[in-house]
């Protein structure tokens, strides 16, 4: 082969493609957390004398390729490079294939570090870090250069092929990047605004933060200018994240739109799905011994990756159905296809916990690769409540009694200490509801305790663990892990039922640990990226999102403006209802005649939003009782896709009748009913939060960090959610409608200033006044 490939690939990412071998087997898990790795990495360096060096940058090539990565840690007196694992449990369970891979890693910067230093031969040493009992177990080799160089060319001899399929890839996509055009005749006016913003935010490097309105083809207009900045700024990757379903696949559809119009463009396009949804054998361990979807997976993995890329190069989007039939011909798992796949795709479009998830597998392969991405946070007003629970978490002491009934009798004891140091909490408490400056230590330390015992366990009999003491497992290791990580911007409470201070061994409570500001965590997401564009038609005011997500001061910020018009909607406020709860009853009349009469006036298709679904109930039973002529049908508590779907379907270009719907759930965003699907809304509440301990504790913690509590709590939030409801009703310039805001709070300035500019609210309460 000719020295022409010039393609750059990490050391990690060489090994896990040339020596990676046999089965998928995740047995000797769960990985210690990032943090927690890089706590045991600062531990093995610290208890190493000077002149010990961490993190050594290394480079070297081979007929073009470039590898690269960092040590972790070389000792030059000694001439000793070591690479470090953390693990738990015990060691010699840990599958063979997971060790040669290791060596491999090492044996590769053994390599690197002879040729830079000209050393003859050099000192190799795993040192694998228990993090529970922090002690080291270190396996030692020495190899001369001319071996190591020997087994570096090997691997990068069984790569080359690839890296010269991907630099011909990576060549050709951004050349017909460089010459795409936008796939419709023109930009909407309102969508070009958005569009030059996010191409000058990718030029520049920095951060977008744009309010755009729905109905504008957000979407399109924010993929096509950062796959336009590509070549010019050389991003690797663009990770479309999305809150929901619904957003994933437009995003899906949109690179479609973009590949039909541009034949020739080789665009990798891949939808990451959870995994629960991409299982073949949910009811199967994975492992070899269990599913056989894992059994020689790695053997078999090369094949079906190099189909589904051949079906990327021949249009073919690889989501979920795609990768399902490339894995079943290969006889491979999908899910761990397209992890594998994430690799080697230009567009990745998945939730948003793929990048800001505490292990966020995206965020960490930027990382790890030093990839240069871009990333489209669409509906980004989702983002602060959808980090806040991913660095949030919760145990209850009826999930202690489970695990403790279904553990074998070696773990019992571990979790007889958990449950008589919760105790000792809830009887000390005074009240239902109290908040601690931190986790209280001694359940914090029992169920550390617990964790450690229970993942010597799995190491020895994983198969032999009940499915529901292993989520108590799993939800106990998150919680600890966020404990290490808890500070100001959380809070940790104990909720127990009323009056149950004083027979604290027989009730049941529930301590969380709740992110209240999510910032400290967004922040190393946003700065690992070359450029990230968070939109949405509700990102007002600009200072609750700069503080809440920790935006970068030079943060640019677009308020697109729409391309809607005053006529195009009217806005009629009901000044004369109160939606608060002490007035639901009263409500419920004037509420049933407003809807009538609207009803009446314009016979067609309405949604109806409520702040419950017991307050949606009960107006909706009235309603039909008074007008049992108007269809009415209603969204119920945990409705699947299937039952989603036929809400939806029931709103046709020739049907008419009312949909009742809860503000903030699944038909107050994301969802597209346009023309006479949809002619009006009905908002009957602001939205607001209830007023809780919890929500009361919150609203405290605001005002110490940014004197807006009340604010910050409750009116953003809720109004967040009139907004986007309110927006299903126009999507499009020749769309006609109307929404009526149902509250008397509405006609306040602090309410109207957080409304779209381009409604007339004015001149609707002016046409109130005079109707009343």
Not at 515 to 530: D, E, I, S, T
């Amino acid at each position: 082969m000719n020295d022409v490939v010039a393609y750059a690939v990490a050391v990690r990412t060489l090994c896990e493609f040339t020596a990676k071998q046999g089965d998928l087997d995740l047995r000797f898990t769960p990985s210690p957390s990032a943090q927690e790795g890089m706590i045991g990495h600062g531990v093995v360096a610290s208890r190493r004398p000077p002149p010990y060096q961490t993190e050594v940058s290394l480079a070297g090539e081979y007929k073009g390729l470039k590898v690269r990565g960092r040590a972790d840690g070389y000792d030059p007196s000694s001439h000793r490079l070591e690479e470090i694992k953390t693990h738990r449990g015990d060691l010699a369970a840990m599958p063979a294939n997971h060790r040669h891979l290791h060596w491999a890693q090492l044996k590769v910067y053994g390599w690197l570090m002879c040729q830079e230093r000209e050393l003859p031969a050099i000192d190799l040493a795993l040192v694998y870090f228990d993090i529970a009992s922090q002690t080291e177990t270190v396996l030692n080799e020495r190899h001369d250069a001319a071996t190591l160089q020997a087994f570096f060319e090997e691997q990068c001899e069984r790569f080359l092929a690839w890296a010269a399929q991907e630099a011909a890839h990576r060549a050709s996509r951004d050349e017909q990047l460089g010459v795409l055009r936008f796939p419709h005749d023109d930009f909407r006016p309102s969508q070009r605004v958005l569009a030059e913003s996010v191409y000058r935010a990718a030029a520049s490097g920095r951060v977008l933060a744009a309010q755009a309105p729905t109905g504008i083809g957000k979407t399109i207009g924010t993929l096509f200018p950062m796959l336009k900045a590509c070549p010019g700024q050389r991003i690797d990757k663009v990770f479309f994240l999305t809150a929901k379903t619904s957003g994933r696949q437009l995003a899906l559809g949109a690179a479609e739109t973009l590949r039909r119009s541009a034949p020739a463009l080789p665009l990798r396009v891949i939808e990451l799905v959870a995994r629960d949804k991409a299982c073949e054998y949910p009811d199967r361990a994975c492992h070899g011994d269990s599913c056989p979807l894992a059994r020689g997976f790695y053997d078999r993995l090369p094949q079906a990756r190099q189909m589904a890329v051949e079906a990327a190069a021949a249009g073919a989007t690889l989501d979920k159905a795609t990768l399902r039939g490339v894995a079943a011909q290969h006889g491979v798992c999908p899910y761990y296809l397209a992890q594998d796949l994430t690799r080697w795709s230009d567009v990745l479009v998945g939730d948003y916990n793929y990048y800001f998830d505490l292990n966020a597998m995206l965020f960490g392969l930027t990382l790890a690769n030093q990839w240069k991405v871009g990333v489209l946070i669409d509906e980004a007003h989702n983002l602060v409540d959808r980090v806040r629970g991913m660095y949030s978490a919760q145990l209850s002491l009826e999930d202690i009694r489970v695990a403790r009934s279904l553990a074998p009798p070696a773990l019992r004891t571990a979790f007889d200490r958990v449950k008589r140091q919760w105790k000792t909490v809830c009887k000390n408490q005074e009240g239902a509801y109290a908040v601690y400056e931190s986790v209280p230590a001694g359940v914090l330390n029992a169920l550390q305790q617990a964790s450690t015992a229970m993942t010597e366990l799995l190491a020895e009999q994983a198969a032999l663990i009940e499915p529901a003491l292993l989520a108590v497992y799993f939800d106990i290791l998150h919680f600890c892990r966020l404990a290490e990580l808890f500070d100001g911007d959380s809070l940790c409470d104990l909720t127990q039922p009323e009056g149950a201070a004083a027979s604290a061994a027989r009730a049941d409570s529930t301590l969380c640990l709740r992110n209240v500001v999510p910032a400290a965590f967004v922040k190393p997401r946003l700065a690992a990226a070359h450029s990230t564009t968070l939109f949405s038609a509700t990102l007002r005011p600009q200072a609750y999102y700069q503080d809440m997500l920790g935006l970068p001061a030079d943060t640019a910020w677009v308020d697109v403006p729409s391309p809607f018009t005053a006529n195009q909607l009217s806005v009629q406020v009901a000044r004369h209802v109160s939606t608060r709860f002490a007035h639901r009853r009263q409500s419920l009349a004037p509420i049933v005649a407003l809807m009538s009469k609207q009803y009446a006036a314009a016979p067609g298709n309405y949604l109806a939003f409520f702040s419950s679904y017991d307050y949606l109930e009960q107006v909706a039973n009235a309603f039909a009782a008074s007008h049992p002529n108007i269809p009415v049908w209603s969204q119920s508590r945990r409705m699947d896709e299937s039952a989603r779907d036929a809400f939806l379907a029931r709103f046709t270009p020739a049907s008419s009748g009312i949909g009742f719907a809860v503000l903030g759930g699944a038909f107050a965003e994301g969802i597209d009913l346009p023309g006479k699907r949809l002619i009006g809304a009905f908002i009957a509440t602001l939205g607001l939060p209830q007023i809780n301990p919890v929500n009361e504790q919150i609203r405290e913690r605001m005002d110490r960090t940014f004197a807006s509590g009340y604010d910050y709590t409750y009116l953003y939030p809720g109004m967040q959610k009139v907004v986007q409801a309110a927006g299903r009703v126009i999507r499009s310039p020749s769309d006609r409608g109307v929404v009526h805001l149902i509250d008397d709070r509405f006609g306040r300035r602090e309410i109207r200033e957080l409304l779209p500019s381009w409604w007339a609210l004015d001149e609707a309460e002016v046409r109130v006044k005079q109707a009343g």
